[in-house]
């Protein structure tokens, strides 16, 4: 059983930056693939980015690409996203999740196995 927890969200204004951490309760955390989702409200989860094993294999939707970055510390168990020149668009709830396996660029929600609660990131005009 994997356990995530996400935090780090929060309001920000146009133009800024958050880094959203996920902290993953596993004793085999190098044998998943990770990636971040948002959802807005009455709008289908979206996925952001998601990163291999090794941490050299990173993907990204077009429309976060150069601004935001996935990454991993093995040694500690966690998964990060760094979010920068933020926009209003970015405003949603972010889940960190987690798949069963060594991938890359695995991006439906259907590939992952295992998710956390979410933590909400406002972005103010």
């Given at each position: 059983q994997v356990e995530l927890?996400?935090?780090g969200g929060g309001l920000v204004q146009d133009g800024g930056s958050l880094t959203l951490s996920c902290a993953v309760s596993t004793r085999t955390f190098t044998t998943y693939t990770y990636g971040w989702f948002r959802e807005v409200p009455g709008r289908d989860l979206e996925f952001v980015a998601s990163i291999n094993w090794r941490g050299d294999g990173t993907y990204y939707i077009?429309?976060?690409?150069?601004?935001?970055?996935?990454s991993r510390n093995n040694a500690k168990n966690m998964v990060y996203l760094q979010m920068n020149l933020l926009t209003p668009e970015d405003t949603a709830v972010y889940f960190c999740a987690a798949a069963i396996g060594w991938y890359s660029g695995i991006r439906t929600r259907w590939e992952y196995d295992y998710?956390?609660?979410g933590t909400q990131v406002t972005v103010s005009s």
């Open positions: 927890a996400e935090s077009d429309s976060v690409r150069g601004r935001f970055t996935i998710w956390g609660q």
